[in-house]
């Protein structure tokens, strides 16, 4: 009994420990995408759509940090030209995610 316990603890505490791992947040359609964790690059190593999409869409904003996950998705901490700090979320083609 206590073996059967400990296993369900096991499994509950394991799909505990994924979902505060991943998050959900909306694409500029308005479709709901799972994120998973995100782990940090140079701003360098960010696709060339990303970059032109924060140039066309943010003019003047500097990137501070840059982070992708499994997915291919991107986070970018920004301190946009008037000063203000964001965080943006962006997809590999340049599509803006929303959380």
Known sequence: MKKLF????????S??????????????????????EFKEI???DLPAAV???????FAGATINKAYVNEENQYKLEVTAQDGTDGT????????WLEM
Do not use: H
Not at 6 to 13: H, I, P, Q, R
Not at 15 to 36: H, Q
């Open 51 to 57: 970059v032109k999409a924060l140039e066309t869409d």
């Open 15 to 36: 799909l505990t420990a994924i979902s505060a791992s991943t998050t959900v947040i909306e694409d500029d359609k308005g479709i709901e995408v799972k994120v998973s």
């Open 42 to 44: 140079s701003a360098s």
């Open 88 to 95: 943006l979320y962006a997809d590999a083609e340049g599509n």
């Open 6 to 13: 400990f296993a369900t603890a096991l499994v509950l505490g």
